[in-house]
């Protein structure tokens, strides 16, 4: 099911052929874009290790999905210095503590806000139901969202559930119907939400 199932790929950002590595990988079957991610990466990242895999990024025109874990000062930077990248950023920009200090949701939502001045940056809306402090449907957390459509656009917005490592905490299901079942969003930003905006910046073909 090509049309379904798609990845995206992670390269070694010392890898010496990095940037054939990178022109070659949206002419690989199934891959859109590549990913930055990783507790092992935040080193990298402050000391400008992604550098490379940017400019190659930049250069061939591949989508970019970055965890920052925190280093939105370095992540910020990156966006500045390659904006022809179309950065995505992952886990709604949550901390590595996740939603284990208080007012986690309030402080990841006015970090994610200060991206929206970059029409290189996109969010994803995975892991969130993380950052609640109420039970399903998380309406704590859907007027956060209020508040990123309202500065994003919903077009740069994309739902994600990561649902194998969110267990411990919500289910697939949770995840989903929050978003389908959301009284405050119309019919348009749920379908932006939840597969349009992602096929549009991945120029991820609809099946036929």
């Known amino acids: 099911f090509p049309a379904r199932f798609a ?8 890898d010496p052929e990095i940037e054939d590595l990178v022109d070659q990988a949206r002419t690989k079957p199934g891959c859109l874009g590549l ?3 990783s507790g092992l990466d935040f080193k990298v990242m402050r000391e400008g290790g992604h550098r490379r895999v940017l400019s190659a990024a930049s250069k061939y025109r591949v989508p970019v999905m970055i965890y920052p874990g925190g280093e939105h000062q370095t992540l910020t930077g990156y966006v500045r210095e390659f ?4 950065f995505i950023i992952d886990h709604v920009g949550m901390g590595v503590d996740r939603a284990a200090l208080p007012n986690q949701l309030q402080t990841t939502i006015e970090q994610l806000l200060a991206y929206a001045r970059y029409p290189n940056v996109a969010i994803k809306w995975g892991h969130a139901p993380r950052l609640s402090r109420e039970p399903f449907p998380y ?3 859907l007027t956060q969202l209020g508040r990123v459509i309202d500065a994003f656009g919903v077009k740069r917005l994309m739902w994600a559930s990561d649902f194998t ?5 919500h289910t697939y299901a949770e995840s989903l119907f929050c978003i389908r079942c959301a009284d ?8 932006w939400i939840l597969g349009k905006t992602v096929r549009e910046l991945l120029s991820w073909p609809k099946a036929i």
């Open 7 to 14: 990845y995206v790929v992670r390269f070694d950002p010392n």
């Open 35 to 37: 990913r930055i991610a």
């Open 83 to 86: 904006a022809s990248v179309q």
């Open 139 to 141: 309406r704590d957390l």
């Open 165 to 169: 490592v969110t267990t411990d905490h």
């Open 184 to 191: 405050n969003l119309s019919e348009s930003d749920k379908e």
